[in-house]
Each structure stands twice: as C-alpha cells, then as structure tokens.
C-alpha cells in the first residue's frame, strides 16, 4: 500500500469514479490564533490487488512544525472494492477529509501525517503566515 498523492484544498469530492478539487495550497495568511473556513485534505491511495475487499483503519494526525504539538487526529474507515482492479493497475481509494475550520493556533508550519492500520504513508503540510503589509507592493497596470 502506499499514498499516491496528498492535497490541502478549499474543496474536493469524489464521485462516480471523479475526483474534483478547488483551489489547492501550501500557504495561509492570518493573525493568530486563527482558524480556515475551507479546507479539505483529498487522499489518494493504492493498494494491491490481493487487499481486495478489506476494510483498513486510517487516521491522519496533525502536528506542529516542531511535532511536539499534536492537534485533533482523525479517523476513517478504508473499505476497498471487492472487484479485482484490472491486470496491472493497484486498487484505488480516494478519502476526502472536511477540516473546515480548522485551528491554527499559532504561525508557523503544520503536517498532516497519514497513517493505515498505524503504518506512516507520508502527508502534506501547510504554512501559516502573517500577514504581510502590501502598501509597497507593485500596482497593477
């Protein structure tokens, strides 16, 4: 099994086999503590073709730049098709995690790690920053 692909979003979904996002970012502006309105985390996983069918525990934890703050984890249910994927191709499973409003409590850097059945798989991170004066900044034509 591994993640193909993490993203932090305003907006996904998936449905009937398509997958939607809006807006993807790395970076938020804000005073702190602050939280975001929208925000979605979309995950993107194979597994092989014997998992047929399984259903796995996954959990994402959130932590601080300095992974010593751990804030609200949460958990879902990864229950894969039972029909064998075409030769070749993993099975996939695509997880959409609503985080609207989500808290950061201070600046800084913030992971979102991704676990199944407890093994790491890897994850994204946002950058909460402040925000910055743009009186200087260059006018448009």
Do not use: W
Request: proline share 9%; aromatic share 10%; hydrophobic share 40%.
């Amino acid at each position: 099994m591994h993640l193909a692909a993490t993203h932090i979003c305003e907006h996904a979904s998936y449905h009937a086999g398509r997958t939607s996002m809006i807006n993807a970012f790395n970076q938020v502006h804000g005073s702190a503590p602050a939280s975001v309105d929208r925000m979605t985390l979309l995950l993107v996983f194979h597994f092989p073709g014997k998992d047929r069918g399984r259903v796995l525990k996954g959990r994402v934890d959130i932590l601080t730049g300095d992974r010593e703050t751990h804030l609200p984890s949460a958990e879902f249910a990864i229950k894969l098709p039972d029909a064998t994927p075409p030769q070749g191709l993993p099975l996939q499973y695509i997880q959409v995690l609503n985080v609207n409003g989500f808290p950061f409590p201070r600046h800084g850097l913030y992971a979102f790690e991704v676990f199944v059945e407890g093994i790491y798989l890897g994850g994204d991170q946002v950058y909460f920053a402040p925000v910055t004066d743009q009186s200087d900044a260059p006018k448009g034509p």
